[in-house]
Protein backbone atom coordinates (compact mmCIF):
# COMPACT_ATOMS: atom_id res chain seq x y z
CA UNK A 1 0.00 0.00 0.00
CA UNK A 2 1.13 3.52 -0.37
CA UNK A 3 1.04 6.11 2.07
CA UNK A 4 -1.34 7.88 0.65
CA UNK A 5 -3.83 4.86 1.11
CA UNK A 6 -2.97 5.17 5.21
CA UNK A 7 -3.15 8.98 4.94
CA UNK A 8 -7.06 9.25 3.73
CA UNK A 9 -8.22 6.34 6.18
CA UNK A 10 -9.87 6.51 9.78
CA UNK A 11 -8.56 4.81 12.75
CA UNK A 12 -10.70 1.82 12.35
CA UNK A 13 -9.73 1.34 8.83
CA UNK A 14 -6.48 0.83 10.12
CA UNK A 15 -7.12 -1.37 12.81
CA UNK A 16 -8.79 -3.23 10.40
CA UNK A 17 -6.35 -3.37 8.00
CA UNK A 18 -3.29 -4.05 10.05
CA UNK A 19 -5.47 -6.88 11.79
CA UNK A 20 -5.60 -8.59 7.67
CA UNK A 21 -2.23 -7.56 7.42
CA UNK A 22 -1.41 -9.54 10.19
CA UNK A 23 -3.36 -12.52 9.10
CA UNK A 24 -2.18 -12.84 5.42
CA UNK A 25 1.52 -12.50 6.86
CA UNK A 26 1.16 -15.19 9.38
CA UNK A 27 -0.62 -17.51 6.31
CA UNK A 28 2.72 -16.39 4.75
CA UNK A 29 5.10 -17.54 7.42
CA UNK A 30 3.22 -20.75 6.98
CA UNK A 31 3.59 -21.47 3.69
CA UNK A 32 7.41 -21.04 3.86
CA UNK A 33 8.02 -23.09 6.66
CA UNK A 34 6.02 -25.92 4.76
CA UNK A 35 7.83 -25.19 1.67
CA UNK A 36 4.92 -24.10 -0.69
CA UNK A 37 5.79 -20.40 -0.42
CA UNK A 38 7.38 -19.50 -4.37
CA UNK A 39 7.74 -16.00 -3.35
CA UNK A 40 9.35 -14.94 -0.69
CA UNK A 41 9.80 -10.94 -0.81
CA UNK A 42 5.72 -11.13 -0.16
CA UNK A 43 6.90 -11.59 3.74
CA UNK A 44 9.14 -8.31 3.65
CA UNK A 45 6.42 -5.95 2.11
CA UNK A 46 3.77 -7.27 4.56
CA UNK A 47 6.01 -6.76 7.64
CA UNK A 48 7.10 -3.32 5.93
CA UNK A 49 3.01 -2.59 5.85
CA UNK A 50 2.53 -3.91 9.23
CA UNK A 51 5.01 -0.84 10.30
CA UNK A 52 3.66 1.20 8.04
CA UNK A 53 0.41 1.07 9.86
CA UNK A 54 1.01 0.87 13.03
CA UNK A 55 3.10 4.62 12.45
CA UNK A 56 -0.01 5.92 10.60
CA UNK A 57 -1.98 5.32 13.93
CA UNK A 58 0.50 6.28 16.30
CA UNK A 59 0.86 9.74 14.13
CA UNK A 60 -2.87 10.38 14.35
CA UNK A 61 -3.10 9.47 17.89
CA UNK A 62 -1.15 11.94 18.91
CA UNK A 63 -3.43 14.31 16.81
Request: hydrophobic share 35%.
Amino acid sequence: MKKQDFNNKSVSELYDSLQSTKKELLGLRIQKSMGQLTNSSVIRKNRRDVARIMMHLAQKKVK
